[in-house]
Protein backbone atom coordinates (compact mmCIF):
# COMPACT_ATOMS: atom_id res chain seq x y z
CA UNK A 1 0.00 0.00 0.00
CA UNK A 2 1.47 3.39 -0.98
CA UNK A 3 1.14 5.58 1.97
CA UNK A 4 1.95 9.10 0.44
CA UNK A 5 -1.70 10.95 0.86
CA UNK A 6 -3.36 7.38 2.71
CA UNK A 7 -5.86 8.41 4.92
CA UNK A 8 -4.89 6.57 8.46
CA UNK A 9 -6.66 6.02 11.44
CA UNK A 10 -4.80 5.54 15.14
CA UNK A 11 -7.00 4.95 17.72
CA UNK A 12 -5.01 5.98 20.99
CA UNK A 13 -2.88 8.15 18.79
CA UNK A 14 -2.34 11.14 20.66
CA UNK A 15 0.74 9.61 23.08
CA UNK A 16 2.88 6.62 23.70
CA UNK A 17 2.89 3.74 21.00
CA UNK A 18 0.18 5.50 19.21
CA UNK A 19 2.23 8.54 18.34
CA UNK A 20 4.98 7.09 17.77
CA UNK A 21 3.52 5.26 14.98
CA UNK A 22 1.95 8.39 13.79
CA UNK A 23 4.98 9.92 13.59
CA UNK A 24 6.46 7.09 11.65
CA UNK A 25 3.66 6.43 8.98
CA UNK A 26 3.35 10.65 8.61
CA UNK A 27 6.69 11.24 8.07
CA UNK A 28 6.27 8.49 4.82
CA UNK A 29 3.64 10.69 3.71
CA UNK A 30 0.55 9.09 5.03
CA UNK A 31 -2.17 11.87 6.38
CA UNK A 32 -3.42 10.59 9.86
CA UNK A 33 -6.48 11.01 11.75
CA UNK A 34 -5.26 11.02 15.71
CA UNK A 35 -8.20 9.16 17.59
CA UNK A 36 -8.03 9.63 21.16
CA UNK A 37 -10.57 10.51 24.28
CA UNK A 38 -7.87 13.03 25.72
CA UNK A 39 -8.49 16.11 23.68
CA UNK A 40 -6.05 17.80 25.18
CA UNK A 41 -3.30 15.22 24.56
CA UNK A 42 -4.99 15.09 20.56
CA UNK A 43 -4.10 19.07 20.23
CA UNK A 44 -0.94 18.86 21.47
CA UNK A 45 0.19 15.37 19.22
CA UNK A 46 -1.41 16.99 16.28
CA UNK A 47 0.29 20.23 17.15
CA UNK A 48 4.00 18.91 17.06
CA UNK A 49 3.03 16.50 13.77
CA UNK A 50 2.15 19.71 12.06
CA UNK A 51 5.34 21.57 13.31
CA UNK A 52 7.59 18.30 11.92
CA UNK A 53 5.17 19.05 8.22
CA UNK A 54 2.66 15.83 8.50
CA UNK A 55 -1.04 16.46 7.76
CA UNK A 56 -2.77 15.46 10.56
CA UNK A 57 -6.16 15.77 12.17
CA UNK A 58 -7.99 15.17 15.90
CA UNK A 59 -10.84 13.04 16.32
CA UNK A 60 -12.00 12.69 19.97
CA UNK A 61 -13.68 8.82 20.07
CA UNK A 62 -14.34 6.67 22.92
CA UNK A 63 -13.87 3.04 21.37
CA UNK A 64 -16.07 1.01 23.92
CA UNK A 65 -19.21 3.70 22.71
CA UNK A 66 -21.20 2.88 19.24
CA UNK A 67 -22.03 6.04 18.41
CA UNK A 68 -19.09 7.84 19.83
CA UNK A 69 -17.11 5.52 16.74
CA UNK A 70 -19.69 6.09 14.26
CA UNK A 71 -19.27 10.14 14.99
CA UNK A 72 -16.04 10.08 14.86
CA UNK A 73 -15.22 7.68 11.23
CA UNK A 74 -18.12 9.95 9.91
CA UNK A 75 -15.97 13.09 10.76
CA UNK A 76 -12.91 11.73 9.57
CA UNK A 77 -14.39 10.83 6.38
CA UNK A 78 -16.22 14.51 5.58
CA UNK A 79 -12.53 16.10 6.65
CA UNK A 80 -10.02 14.12 5.31
CA UNK A 81 -11.85 11.68 3.28
CA UNK A 82 -12.49 7.55 3.45
CA UNK A 83 -10.17 6.11 5.65
CA UNK A 84 -7.38 3.85 3.38
CA UNK A 85 -5.70 2.70 7.15
CA UNK A 86 -5.96 1.75 10.44
CA UNK A 87 -4.52 1.24 13.55
CA UNK A 88 -6.34 -0.21 16.51
CA UNK A 89 -3.94 0.55 19.17
CA UNK A 90 -6.43 2.12 22.11
CA UNK A 91 -6.28 0.48 24.98
CA UNK A 92 -6.15 -0.11 28.98
CA UNK A 93 -4.93 -2.32 31.61
CA UNK A 94 -7.18 -3.54 34.92
CA UNK A 95 -4.66 -5.52 36.32
CA UNK A 96 -5.86 -8.27 39.22
CA UNK A 97 -5.35 -11.81 40.09
CA UNK A 98 -8.51 -13.78 39.51
CA UNK A 99 -8.75 -15.10 42.64
CA UNK A 100 -6.34 -14.24 45.90
CA UNK A 101 -6.57 -15.79 49.13
CA UNK A 102 -4.42 -16.56 52.45
CA UNK A 103 -5.01 -18.83 54.87
CA UNK A 104 -7.37 -20.81 52.85
CA UNK A 105 -9.28 -17.97 52.63
CA UNK A 106 -10.54 -15.72 49.72
CA UNK A 107 -9.27 -12.15 50.29
CA UNK A 108 -10.09 -10.55 47.00
CA UNK A 109 -11.25 -11.42 43.58
CA UNK A 110 -10.99 -9.53 39.64
CA UNK A 111 -14.34 -7.47 39.65
CA UNK A 112 -16.55 -8.08 36.99
CA UNK A 113 -15.69 -3.87 36.00
CA UNK A 114 -12.39 -4.68 36.00
CA UNK A 115 -13.11 -7.54 33.60
CA UNK A 116 -15.86 -5.66 31.49
CA UNK A 117 -13.70 -2.36 31.09
CA UNK A 118 -10.90 -4.11 29.73
CA UNK A 119 -12.86 -6.06 27.35
CA UNK A 120 -15.31 -3.09 26.26
CA UNK A 121 -11.98 -1.20 25.28
CA UNK A 122 -9.63 -4.08 23.93
CA UNK A 123 -11.56 -5.84 22.09
CA UNK A 124 -15.20 -4.41 21.51
CA UNK A 125 -13.30 -1.75 20.86
CA UNK A 126 -11.34 -3.29 18.13
CA UNK A 127 -14.42 -4.73 16.15
CA UNK A 128 -16.75 -1.38 16.26
CA UNK A 129 -13.82 0.32 14.93
CA UNK A 130 -12.97 -2.49 12.71
CA UNK A 131 -15.97 -2.39 11.34
CA UNK A 132 -16.54 1.35 10.11
CA UNK A 133 -13.29 1.54 8.91
CA UNK A 134 -13.75 -1.21 6.57
CA UNK A 135 -17.24 -0.28 5.87
CA UNK A 136 -15.37 3.37 4.84
CA UNK A 137 -12.82 1.30 2.39
CA UNK A 138 -15.29 -1.02 0.57
CA UNK A 139 -17.45 1.87 0.15
CA UNK A 140 -14.97 3.59 -1.42
CA UNK A 141 -13.53 1.18 -3.67
CA UNK A 142 -10.00 1.73 -2.75
CA UNK A 143 -9.01 -1.30 -0.23
CA UNK A 144 -6.64 -0.69 2.46
CA UNK A 145 -4.95 -2.19 5.68
CA UNK A 146 -6.18 -2.63 9.13
CA UNK A 147 -3.42 -3.61 11.88
CA UNK A 148 -4.62 -4.49 15.25
CA UNK A 149 -2.42 -3.93 17.81
CA UNK A 150 -2.26 -7.35 20.39
CA UNK A 151 0.32 -8.51 23.14
CA UNK A 152 2.36 -11.25 23.60
CA UNK A 153 0.49 -11.73 27.01
CA UNK A 154 -1.91 -12.72 24.67
CA UNK A 155 -0.19 -16.47 25.45
CA UNK A 156 -1.27 -15.73 29.14
CA UNK A 157 0.19 -13.40 31.86
CA UNK A 158 -0.41 -13.79 35.59
CA UNK A 159 -2.73 -11.18 36.86
CA UNK A 160 -4.35 -10.24 33.17
CA UNK A 161 -7.10 -12.39 32.67
CA UNK A 162 -8.84 -9.43 31.25
CA UNK A 163 -5.81 -8.58 28.93
CA UNK A 164 -4.73 -11.71 27.97
CA UNK A 165 -7.93 -12.86 27.13
CA UNK A 166 -8.52 -9.32 24.80
CA UNK A 167 -5.33 -9.74 22.95
CA UNK A 168 -5.40 -13.17 22.46
CA UNK A 169 -9.25 -12.16 20.19
CA UNK A 170 -7.64 -9.74 18.50
CA UNK A 171 -5.80 -12.06 17.22
CA UNK A 172 -8.41 -14.20 16.39
CA UNK A 173 -10.14 -11.56 14.65
CA UNK A 174 -7.70 -10.41 12.59
CA UNK A 175 -7.19 -14.23 11.35
CA UNK A 176 -11.06 -13.93 10.51
CA UNK A 177 -10.96 -10.04 8.57
CA UNK A 178 -8.01 -11.21 6.84
CA UNK A 179 -10.18 -14.04 4.96
CA UNK A 180 -13.77 -12.46 4.62
CA UNK A 181 -12.43 -8.87 3.43
CA UNK A 182 -9.63 -10.14 1.07
CA UNK A 183 -12.05 -10.03 -1.25
CA UNK A 184 -12.47 -6.28 -1.01
CA UNK A 185 -8.71 -6.32 -1.27
CA UNK A 186 -8.67 -5.42 2.27
CA UNK A 187 -5.30 -7.00 4.38
CA UNK A 188 -5.46 -6.94 8.00
CA UNK A 189 -2.71 -7.94 9.99
CA UNK A 190 -1.26 -7.66 14.10
CA UNK A 191 1.73 -6.63 16.35
CA UNK A 192 1.95 -8.29 19.29
CA UNK A 193 4.60 -5.85 21.42
CA UNK A 194 6.80 -6.99 24.12
CA UNK A 195 7.79 -4.68 26.65
CA UNK A 196 8.24 -1.16 25.44
CA UNK A 197 9.80 1.83 26.73
CA UNK A 198 6.41 4.03 28.02
CA UNK A 199 5.38 6.39 30.34
CA UNK A 200 4.16 3.27 32.46
CA UNK A 201 7.60 1.35 32.60
CA UNK A 202 9.16 4.93 32.78
CA UNK A 203 7.44 5.15 36.37
CA UNK A 204 8.64 1.95 37.90
CA UNK A 205 11.27 1.08 40.64
CA UNK A 206 14.37 0.94 39.68
CA UNK A 207 14.62 -2.71 40.81
CA UNK A 208 11.22 -3.81 39.03
CA UNK A 209 12.33 -2.65 35.52
CA UNK A 210 16.16 -4.26 36.16
CA UNK A 211 13.85 -7.54 36.83
CA UNK A 212 11.65 -6.87 34.14
CA UNK A 213 14.31 -6.31 31.30
CA UNK A 214 16.67 -9.49 33.00
CA UNK A 215 14.05 -11.28 31.52
CA UNK A 216 14.40 -10.13 27.87
CA UNK A 217 17.17 -12.18 26.11
CA UNK A 218 18.35 -8.69 24.12
CA UNK A 219 18.72 -7.19 27.33
CA UNK A 220 16.50 -3.64 26.98
CA UNK A 221 13.14 -2.69 26.27
CA UNK A 222 12.05 -1.83 23.19
CA UNK A 223 11.68 1.51 21.69
CA UNK A 224 8.07 2.52 20.18
CA UNK A 225 9.34 3.23 16.88
CA UNK A 226 10.33 -0.56 17.18
CA UNK A 227 6.69 -0.92 17.29
CA UNK A 228 6.28 1.47 14.69
CA UNK A 229 8.25 0.20 12.37
CA UNK A 230 6.08 -3.13 12.25
CA UNK A 231 2.58 -1.20 11.56
CA UNK A 232 4.61 0.58 9.32
CA UNK A 233 5.87 -2.87 7.52
CA UNK A 234 2.34 -4.44 7.48
CA UNK A 235 0.87 -1.82 5.15
CA UNK A 236 3.90 -1.67 3.02
CA UNK A 237 3.89 -5.07 2.12
CA UNK A 238 1.21 -6.06 0.04
CA UNK A 239 1.03 -9.72 0.40
CA UNK A 240 0.73 -9.82 4.40
CA UNK A 241 -1.93 -10.57 5.79
CA UNK A 242 -3.72 -12.91 8.14
CA UNK A 243 -0.99 -12.78 10.77
CA UNK A 244 1.01 -11.34 13.70
CA UNK A 245 4.85 -9.73 13.93
CA UNK A 246 5.76 -10.23 17.22
CA UNK A 247 8.42 -7.43 18.06
CA UNK A 248 9.24 -8.62 22.23
CA UNK A 249 13.52 -8.76 21.22
CA UNK A 250 12.93 -12.43 21.80
CA UNK A 251 11.01 -12.46 25.24
CA UNK A 252 8.41 -15.29 23.86
CA UNK A 253 10.73 -17.84 22.27
Known sequence: M????????????ARG?????????GRQGATLALMDLD?????????????????????R????????????????AASLGPVAGLVNNAGILRDALLVKAKDGKVEKTMSLEQWQSVIDVNLTGVFLCGREAA???VEANQGGVIVNISSISR???????NYAAAKAAVVALTTTWA?????????????????IETDMTASMREDMLEKLTAGVPLKRLGDPDHIAQSVAFIFENDYFTGRVIECDGGLRL
Do not use: C, W
Request: proline residues 1%; charged residues 20%; without cysteine.
Open 2 to 13: KLDKSVIAITGG
Open 17 to 25: LGFAMARRL
Open 39 to 59: TDALDKAVSTLHAEGIEAGAF
Open 61 to 76: LNVADETSVKQAFGDV
Open 135 to 137: SQM
Open 155 to 161: AGNMGQS
Open 179 to 195: KELARYGIRVGAVAPGF
